[in-house]
């Protein structure tokens, strides 16, 4: 039986279009934060890129529509490059979004451009990383949103410390 997935050392042809894919993604210049020199990328039989991963942590997974599906690694580096797909949460609700709870409009101090559907980071006042997950609206309806959920989450951060 023939393995599912091709592991490619990071040739330039798919390290190119994996940083393209995050570029029109997050935002110029997110592509080299996200997958720097010495990637390695999984593609399907198919040639699709699957699965992307670095010293071996998993950076993320490419879905069947070829936008990047997050992960704790990627989620980090994002909010070391100027990406506009975030969303800042208040003090009071920091701790629930931390615990995986989904993230409300009226928790929302401020956001970048985000639209329905997108993959988003959330972020404390500090500009911690308290989770990642999918938009259910965009920041355009923010104003006019007090009780519905804006995000909800993918995954959330884990404490450092052993359990």
Not at 16 to 27: C, K, P, V, W
Not at 38 to 57: F, V
Not at 95 to 109: C, P
Not at 140 to 153: G, I, P
Request: proline share 3%; hydrophobic share 30%; aromatic share 8%.
């Amino acid at each position: 039986m023939s393995d599912t997935y091709d592991e490619h050392e990071p040739s330039h042809d798919l390290l190119n279009l994996a940083r393209e894919i995050a570029d029109y993604q997050f935002g110029p210049g997110c592509g080299p934060a996200l997958f720097p020199d010495g990637t390695r990328l999984r593609t399907s039989r198919r040639g699709r890129l699957r699965y992307a991963e670095q010293d071996g942590k998993f950076i993320c997974s490419f879905g069947k529509d070829s936008l990047i599906n997050l992960s704790e690694e990627s989620a980090r580096r994002l909010t070391l490059c100027n990406t506009q797909k975030y969303f800042v949460v208040s003090g009071e609700a920091a701790e629930d979004v931390k615990k995986g709870r989904s993230l409300y409009a009226k928790h929302v101090i401020r956001g970048g451009a985000v639209y329905s559907g997108e993959e988003v980071i959330m972020l404390d006042t500090s500009g911690n990383l308290l989770g990642w997950g999918k938009a259910l609206w965009s920041s355009s309806a923010l104003k006019n949103l007090r009780r519905s959920a804006l995000v909800k989450q993918r995954r959330r951060t884990w404490p450092t410390e052993k359990r």
